[in-house]
């Protein structure tokens, strides 16, 4: 094993030169790709300020969605009724 210390120098396709280990993601990146993942799959963030009993009608609603199956890696599916 060599004691040499690599200086981490990056080309333009984020391999290192020397060791070609990836260059780390940080956490704002990998937050970042998580949401584009997320849109590409036709996903919609809704953020909203409710009251107590707004916001448990709204967790049921969520939750109905889920056990109806209407959704499926981000695109929604005809529900059959």
Known sequence: ???????????????????????????????QQERERKRAAGLVRIELWLTPDQAKTVRECAEGLKQADIFN????KQRSL
């Open 73 to 76: 890696a981000g695109k929604l």
């Open 1 to 31: 094993m060599s004691n040499i210390k690599c200086n981490h120098t990056y080309d333009e396709t984020g391999h290192c030169f020397e060791c070609d280990k990836p260059k780390p993601v940080t956490q704002n990146e990998r937050k």
